[in-house]
């Protein structure tokens, strides 16, 4: 059964930070493409950044140079450094293994608020 969890999520200041894991089990972990993605209340899920197998990485434009996606096979997860954190961040932020076909996890809130 493939699970991926997502924690690390919650509440942060503008120009704050945070960092989101993803914790994946019954999949081949170092072959999977891993992802982040995001939505908003009232809005469709986008891609913010995605991993693959031999670690090259990209952004979606609105979080490149402050969000960072980073790997570890060896701990089967995911990680996505947010940095720089602005209120249009806020979203639930879904973590995904995708190779052909995609899983996904729960997802996690994160707002950006004064």
């Known amino acids: 059964q493939v699970q991926l969890v997502e924690s690390g999520g919650g509440l942060a200041r503008p120009g704050g930070s945070l960092r989101l894991s993803c914790a994946a089990s019954g999949i081949v972990f170092s072959i999977y493409t891993m992802g982040w993605y995001r939505q908003a209340p009232g809005q469709e899920r986008e891609l913010v950044a995605r991993i693959r197998p031999g670690s090259t990485t990209n952004y979606a434009d609105s979080v490149k140079g402050r969000f960072t996606i980073s790997r570890d096979n060896a701990k089967r997860t995911a990680t996505l450094q947010m940095n720089s954190l602005k209120p249009e961040d806020t979203a639930v932020y879904y973590c995904?293994?995708?190779?052909?076909?995609?899983?996904w996890g729960q997802g996690t809130q994160v707002t950006v608020s004064s």
């Open positions: 995904s293994a995708e190779k052909g076909s995609a899983y």
